[in-house]
């Protein structure tokens, strides 16, 4: 039967790759890279110099895709459906690649950054493929250090505090107010920089951007003080790569808010 590694990268440092994750490079014969297009190329070159790094050449093959353009105008009650849409396309996209690039008796591989279990979609594709029948595998999941890890690592700075609850969230999310009986909050995939909307709040912030990689970007300091240095700092970022990835933790101070029940 046909195997797939699902296997998670890191953040985008190669140093973050587990002794497992090599292994599991090592043992395959075909990875499957989706290519984002020109303005992300530097994510595909990431991961050929970490197979250049950890596989000996000659043992592999890479082949190649262009993933889906997704709708990411689709707001309200259209994105979920959106986001269907995009899935069901990689599926097919995955499907194919599957059956018509691995042998019978052969391994392939998915590279995904940070860990395929956090906000990652591939673990649900391939799901969606086996449904539909037409090509059986079968699969393992490889952990990997996420940017939640790698963000309070550069920070120096745990993800929870004792006896707190930490919560992983959207900036869609965060846009509809701050959890409640949490006051740790990891926020990631926000494109509109929510945080700015909690600037009156005693709450400290420790952003990230492209991090693991030779770009990255660190700032932290209460929202107040930071959200007009990290505007600019994302928005030079923008305008120089032509894309940015963000994560942030927003931590609030009870102990210093009077008003905090």
């Given at each position: 039967m046909r195997k797939i590694h699902v296997i998670g990268i890191g953040a985008g440092d190669p140093d973050q790759l587990t002794l497992q994750a090599v292994r599991a490079l090592r043992s395959t014969d075909v990875f499957f890279v989706l290519d984002k297009g020109e303005v992300k190329s530097d994510l595909t070159r990431l991961r050929h110099d970490m197979l250049d790094a950890h596989v000996p050449q000659g043992t592999y093959r890479v082949v190649e895709a262009r993933d889906p353009e997704r709708d990411r105008s689709a707001g309200g009650s259209a994105y979920s459906p959106a986001v269907g849409d995009w899935r069901s396309a990689r599926a097919g996209i995955y499907e194919r690649l599957i059956t018509d690039e691995l042998g019978p008796d052969e391994t392939g591989a998915f590279l995904v950054w940070g860990d395929p279990a956090l906000y990652d979609s591939t673990l649900g594709i391939l799901e969606e493929v086996l449904r539909k029948g037409a090509v059986t595998f079968a699969y393992d999941v490889i952990p990997g250090i996420s940017s939640v890890s790698a963000l309070v690592a550069r920070h120096r700075t745990g993800l929870n505090r004792v006896a707190r609850p930490v919560q992983i969230t959207t900036?869609?999310?965060?846009?509809?107010?701050?959890?409640?009986?949490?006051?740790?909050?990891?926020?990631?995939?926000?494109?509109?920089?929510?945080?700015?909307?909690?600037?009156?709040?005693?709450?400290?912030?420790?952003?990230?951007?492209?991090?693991?990689?030779?770009?990255?970007?660190?700032?932290?300091?209460?929202?107040?003080?930071?959200?007009?240095?990290?505007?600019?700092?994302?928005?030079?970022?923008?305008?120089?790569?032509?894309?940015?990835?963000?994560?942030?933790?927003?931590?609030?101070?009870?102990?210093r808010d009077p008003d905090h029940t």
């Amino acid at each position: 039967m046909r195997k797939i590694h699902v296997i998670g990268i890191g953040a985008g440092d190669p140093d973050q790759l587990t002794l497992q994750a090599v292994r599991a490079l090592r043992s395959t014969d075909v990875f499957f890279v989706l290519d984002k297009g020109e303005v992300k190329s530097d994510l595909t070159r990431l991961r050929h110099d970490m197979l250049d790094a950890h596989v000996p050449q000659g043992t592999y093959r890479v082949v190649e895709a262009r993933d889906p353009e997704r709708d990411r105008s689709a707001g309200g009650s259209a994105y979920s459906p959106a986001v269907g849409d995009w899935r069901s396309a990689r599926a097919g996209i995955y499907e194919r690649l599957i059956t018509d690039e691995l042998g019978p008796d052969e391994t392939g591989a998915f590279l995904v950054w940070g860990d395929p279990a956090l906000y990652d979609s591939t673990l649900g594709i391939l799901e969606e493929v086996l449904r539909k029948g037409a090509v059986t595998f079968a699969y393992d999941v490889i952990p990997g250090i996420s940017s939640v890890s790698a963000l309070v690592a550069r920070h120096r700075t745990g993800l929870n505090r004792v006896a707190r609850p930490v919560q992983i969230t959207t900036g869609r999310r965060l846009a509809e107010g701050f959890p409640e009986g949490v006051d740790d909050v990891v926020v990631m995939l926000d494109a509109h920089q929510t945080f700015r909307q909690y600037a009156d709040q005693d709450i400290d912030i420790y952003w990230g951007a492209y991090i693991g990689t030779p770009d990255e970007i660190l700032a932290s300091g209460p929202i107040a003080e930071a959200a007009p240095r990290i505007e600019r700092l994302r928005a030079e970022a923008r305008e120089r790569k032509g894309w940015i990835m963000d994560t942030y933790l927003l931590r609030r101070n009870p102990e210093r808010d009077p008003d905090h029940t």
